[in-house]
């Protein structure tokens, strides 16, 4: 069963009397060479776990069984886990599991020390997916997710254009596009561009408590076009004159904004940071 064609995924749905949901992001990937870009990506071995997150009808979920020792699909939609059930019947080291992965809690099976994530997953699921692997005490080896193109840009940000988003990541991975994916390659075929990104976490944790780091952090961010020294003594409640003396003494100036600084300055300014 050919999964990139329109025509099937139209007579697959139709058979199960459903149409693609806006509402959970439901545009799939009709791009061969998009897939295998995806799969070499993720530089599976034949001894991986794989999570995969939203595997709609299976398109992706074929190609990562071919490859990976298991994969672990998580699928929100109960009408979408009956036709994967149909599309990956021929493998048989596919686990559905119907459940919202923002909710859901993967264990890894008995035996197993890692696992990477892979997922062509809902726009709107980006930022909080990514924090709550990246945030979890046993953090995948590797992410690579199709997501959207300008969020993608924004992960992959470095000063003198950061935010938060790229803060919040780069804390704890690096972060590269792989590639760029044009609407085209999706029916239906979403208003925005796609890109595929690949985030490795790092092999140490961060030598500061992720709370106090986000707390200085988000203070900074609060308005990101204004000045950095007014953000911080607004949301610390610290004196402006305190709050200069803080910032020169880590070789930042207090007239700087939140974008300018390197994650470097974030973790200096945050292990030099006394309430």
């Known amino acids: 069963m050919n999964l990139t064609s329109p025509t099937i995924i139209k007579e697959l749905l139709a058979k199960y009397e459903t149409r693609p949901s806006k509402g959970l992001g439901q545009n799939f990937l009709i791009d061969k060479n998009i897939l295998r870009k995806i799969v070499e990506a993720s530089e599976i071995k034949p001894t991986d776990i794989i999570l995969e997150v939203g ?5 992706l979920t074929q190609e990562l069984a071919k490859h990976a020792k298991k994969i672990v699909s998580i699928e929100k939609s109960e009408t979408m886990c009956k036709i994967l059930k149909e599309t990956i019947k021929d493998f048989s080291n596919v686990e559905i599991i119907n459940d919202d992965i923002l909710k859901y809690k993967f264990k890894l099976p008995k035996g197993e020390g890692s696992y990477k994530v892979v997922a062509n997953i809902p726009y709107y699921l980006t930022s909080p997916l990514i924090r709550n692997f990246l945030e979890e005490k046993n953090q995948p080896e590797e992410i690579v997710l199709m997501i959207q193109k300008e969020v993608a840009q924004r992960i992959c940000s470095v000063p003198p254009q950061m935010n938060l988003l790229a803060v919040s990541v780069q804390f704890y991975a690096t972060a590269k596009i792989i590639s760029y994916v044009p609407n085209s390659c999706f029916w239906p075929a979403p208003k925005i561009d796609s890109a595929i990104i690949k985030i490795t976490p790092f092999s140490t944790k961060p030598k500061i408590a992720a709370d106090e780091f986000f707390e ?3 203070a900074g961010f609060s308005q990101p ?3 950095l020294a007014g953000n911080l003594s607004k949301i610390l409640k610290i004196e402006k004159q305190e709050i200069d003396n803080w910032l020169l003494k880590n ?15 974030w973790e200096s300014l945050a292990s030099s940071f006394k309430k």
Do not use: M, W
């Open 55 to 59: 595997p709609g009808i299976g398109v």
């Open 216 to 218: 200085v952090v988000r």
């Open 225 to 227: 076009r204004k000045q």
């Open 251 to 265: 070789s930042i100036q207090p007239t700087q904004r939140a974008e300018t600084l390197s994650i470097k300055d």
